[in-house]
């Protein structure tokens, strides 16, 4: 019997005991860190709102309130890691019950169209996704460039251009999935090329008229309130596009500093599931006649080619010029993403048979991941004898076991305790057996439908028509997006289970949270106050006064809605050049690059909120790589649009 004592003493369960005993300490160490600094943060934001208040005029104490809650929101996004869909809609709820705002205008963020426009866009994004729309567009705009600088061009170039003309949330929301994808190909974390496609979108909208809805509300107020013409469509490129060049500059030399690691790249040690799958070339498949290079089976991470089975031929060693042919049967080992984007390669298909025999269609399925347990009834005989298909409803398209290569065809393999099956059947499956005892575990693979690839023309067809809708003014952006995600739902582009699954909730109540947070400085006269008191520190020096017209409209950007910011500023700034009797043109021009330029923060514009999942981003990343582009940009329009505006 074992003795019972501390005569000895296991480093490792000290270490365990430590942690444990410590973490609450830890625990309460970092809670009263975080709360000093965000109070600091609170007292440092009220010394500085009170300062300006002085020198515009009284805040009422919903507007205070208002600050104090915008900047803990803040502080607790930049320092804590709770959610930022929880962190606002706390500080909006707060709001609403110090009666700062009524309800519909607390819940007017919800209905607002831009935050519906973006959750429609995922639905016309699944629709690419689900045909191969978005592949098409990658491999025609991006290809696969060699290393993470020549990425970066490659992403920006393309993005900017065509941000000029099109509206920036559909663009990104279009890129989003592609980037993803890209990435995992390039082995690059989506962290160093996710804050690229929003800023490159964002500068690409400043360089033209009809490059953001700011600049046209701007251009419109120009129209309604002074006897100035309205601008033309480009005349904003003498400052947009030294702004846009600069940024892209920042963003490709000095990439190591600014842009975080925060996804990493994916490895071969990241999943140590490995599977042996088999593929064959389809009859009249586009893949017959290219080599293997050219059909892309040479880029997917994780996954390599071992063989090839040809007219009773086995070809091993396959080099990258090794052409293929029709019914050539592949053998790949490889990780799971692979084997999934390798399912949705088109022209390829599962070897086995037993895919066409399922009762669902493809188009309604998912691929499944599922551990035999030791009382499975299959445990000892091959998958044909156990007969998979007709028991469980399912196929079994891979099996890994530890690493292993397993030779011979999928049918003929004995499965043992701890196999992995890797199984395409309906999406009822994983609550069908989730609790059955035949499998340790049961998931389903995130994005595995198979794809649509006859249907890739008509949503690509579909999102031309989106946007032509909304760029030629026929449409608002809204419109046009529902017209298409229900064009895409229609014609079997995507179902609409689908097309719900994609969209990223937590993204959208994140913006209607700042929507509403936004408003309240808004109604309570905070925005304004604080705006008048910035602006009231210009003098009578135009230069200066034109430098704080942008410091005030960039930072109320970051807070509020661009569009709001440059509504609250305008009137403010109009006042003011009149008073220095000096031309309203370079301060319209810099309203709109300001209102546009909001890049310290990811609840400044929305395509910021829709790349931070995504990139797996913090707050701080945002003021990190923000700050530097705002600054930068405020050097530039100050500098540059008096001399072509002249005052």
Known sequence: MPSVGFMESDPLQDRQRFNTFSAPNKVRQRALVVTLAVGLVILMGTALALELASLSGPLTWAGWLTIAITLAAFA???????????????????????????????????????????????VVVAGLQQTGGLDIISRSLLGLPKGQTAALVRLIVPV??????????????????????????????????????????????????IGTST?????????????????????????????????????????????????????????????????????????????????????LPGLYLTEIQRQGRLLTAIGPQETLQEQDQLVFVGMVDSIVDLNQIRGLQPATDQVFKLDTPRTERTLIEAVVSNTCPLVGITIRQGKFRSRYGAVV????????????????????????????????????????????LVSEIPNSDPLRHDRAPIALAILVLMVALATSG???????????????????????????????????????AALGLGKALEVTGAAAVLAGGMLGLGGDNPWIALAIVYGVTTVLTEVITNNAAAAVVFPIALSLSQSLGVSFIPFVVSIMIAASASFSTPIGYQTNLMVYGPGGYKFIDFLRVGIPFNLAFWLLTVLIAPRVYPF
């Open 215 to 299: 600049n046209l509300v701007v251009n419109g107020l120009l129209v309604s309130e002074t006897d100035y013409p309205g601008l033309r469509l480009f005349d904003l490129v003498p400052v947009g596009v030294p702004c846009a060049i600069a940024g892209t500059l920042m963003l490709v030399l000095a990439q190591r500093w600014l842009l975080p690691q925060r996804k990493p790249a994916i490895t071969d040690a990241d999943d140590p599931r490995e599977y042996t799958v088999e593929m064959v070339v389809a009859d009249h498949s586009p893949l017959a006649g290219k080599t293997v290079e050219q059909a892309g089976l040479r880029h």
């Open 160 to 209: 900017l251009g065509l941000s000029a003309f099109l509206n920036n949330t559909p663009l990104v929301a279009m890129f989003i999935p592609v980037v993803s994808d890209w990435c995992r190909k390039l082995r690059i974390s989506p962290s160093k090329l996710m804050i690229p496609l929003s800023y490159a979108a964002i500068m690409g909208g400043m360089c033209t008229l």
């Open 76 to 122: 607790l996004n930049a320092l804590t890691p709770l959610p930022a869909e929880a962190i606002f809609l706390a500080a909006l709820a707060t709001l609403l019950l110090f009666g700062v705002l009524d309800t519909t205008t607390a819940l007017s963020g919800f209905s607002n169209p831009g935050m519906i426009t973006v959750g429609v866009l995922y």
């Open 397 to 440: 398209l891979a099996v890994g076991r530890n690493g292993e290569r397993l030779n011979g065809k999928i049918g003929d393999i004995r499965l043992q305790t701890g196999d992995t099956l890797l199984l395409e059947t309906n999406h009822s499956f994983l609550e069908e057996r989730r609790a059955s005892r035949d499998f340790y």
């Open 474 to 512: 026929w449409m608002d952006m809204l419109n046009a997006a529902t017209l298409a995600a229900l064009l895409m739902i229609i014609t079997g582009c995507c179902s609409f289970q689908q097309g719900f699954r994609t969209v990223d909730w937590s993204v959208l109540l994140v913006v209607a």
